[in-house]
Structures are given as C-alpha cells and as structure tokens.
C-alpha cells in the first residue's frame, strides 16, 4: 500500500468509530507495523489533521474534519452503488427514488477510470417479486422518527386481532418481501414490531415523546442484547 493510501485509510478507520484506536488495532487492519502506524500519525498531525490521543491510549479523529467527496476506492464505490440498488428494490417510493438520484450523482462526480464500477458494478441486488405493499406512509413515519413525534396506529396482529396503539417510532426494519416499524408502545409500555402490511390506519400526531429519538434508540438496542 502506497504511504498516501495508508495516511486515507488511517483516517477513515478514525472516521469510523466514536472510541479510541490503539496502534495496535490500526496496524492489525492495515497489516502493517504499529511503529509504521505512529509515524503515519504523526504525519496527519502534522499536517493539521484534528487526531487526538497518544501512543498507548488510543487516537480518536475530532469533529470538523472531512475529506473532499470524490476520494472513494473502486471497492468503496461499489460498496455504496449496491447498497443503493437494495434501496431501489425495497424502499418505499421516495426511498427508492433518491437511491436512484444517488447512483447518478455518484456516476457523475467520479473520475472516467470510476465510472464503470458505477454503471457495471461486479455486484447486483435481485428485485424483489414478492414485496408485501405497505399500508402506512413510509416517509411519514421516517419523519416521524427523526421528529420524535408519537404516531396512532390501528393495527391487526396475525390471528386478526385488531387493536388501537400509541407508538413512539424508532426505526424501520427492511426485509425482502416486508417492512416492520420497531416502535415504543404506550399500551404495552415495550418495544413492539409492527409489520407495514398490517396496519389498518394511521395518524401521524404533533405531540411529541418525551425521549429524545437518539436516546431511544439507544434504549431499544439495549434490549437487542437481552438474552
């Protein structure tokens, strides 16, 4: 790996994680020695890039620092093109449409020697024959979950049980052929899973949860570890 490879790529493991890397840890992933890893800090130091922290303790990448948009690798390029054809087949219409405008954008802003990893990427997602339509705005509830505002749901279970709940929305689950909204219920006072395909109605509220949506996520991904 070239000297200018390695000092990008130490900056995007930085950029990847909010904790302090050990050398040790940047050298494993780079494969390459820790000693090499310290000059290549001192380097980016050098050169004004915000690292903090010391040999020993760990390098944290500070806020307000980016790179310029068009330094991606051919495999970070394809990397996002196929993320963006899996939201084309299975988001809901505005999801799908702004996956589409983001493979044009990217098409257009890479160099010519990148431009066929965009237009005839090695890796392709299949459609999706046998999507399940949803029955609930999927732009409403994305905005609901950013809003932090509570959503009423009339919701029919899979043995046709109909019930009226008050949900705090936290997050969209993608699968193939199905959406589900994970969501804070008032009713059973836990989190719940609500298929898009089951609900009968919706009304998207102004009032507002009391958890900021950042600390409730957090919340639900605590109880991803019960157990």
Do not use: N
Not at 179 to 190: G, L, N, P, S, Y
């Amino acid at each position: 790996m070239r000297p200018a490879d390695r000092l990008f790529q130490i900056i995007q493991i930085l950029r990847r994680t909010r904790k302090p890397l050990t050398a040790d840890a940047i050298a494993a992933e780079l494969e390459t020695s820790k000693r090499t890893v310290y000059r290549d800090i001192a380097t980016l130091m050098g050169q004004r890039v915000p690292i903090r922290g010391e040999a020993g303790i760990g390098y944290v990448l500070e806020g307000g620092f980016d790179l310029p948009p068009l330094m991606l690798t051919s495999v970070e390029i394809e990397a996002a093109v196929l993320g963006a054809q899996w939201v084309a087949h299975r988001g809901d219409p505005e999801l799908s449409r702004a996956a589409h405008d983001l493979i044009a954008k990217i098409a257009a802003i890479v160099p010519e020697r990148l431009r066929s990893y965009v237009l005839e990427p090695a890796a392709r997602t299949p459609p999706v024959w046998a999507a399940t339509p949803d029955a609930i705005d999927m732009a409403q509830v994305r905005a609901a979950i950013h809003a932090g505002r509570k959503v009423l749901i009339g919701y029919g279970d899979e043995h046709g049980r109909v019930s009226e709940r008050k949900i705090w929305p936290v997050a969209i689950g993608y699968f193939d052929a199905v959406k589900h909204v994970v969501a804070w219920c008032e009713t059973r006072q836990d989190f719940r899973s609500f298929r898009t395909d089951r609900v009968l109605s919706a009304t998207f509220l102004e009032e507002r949860h009391p958890e900021r949506p950042t600390q409730l996520r957090a919340k639900w991904r605590k109880t991803l570890g019960k157990g």
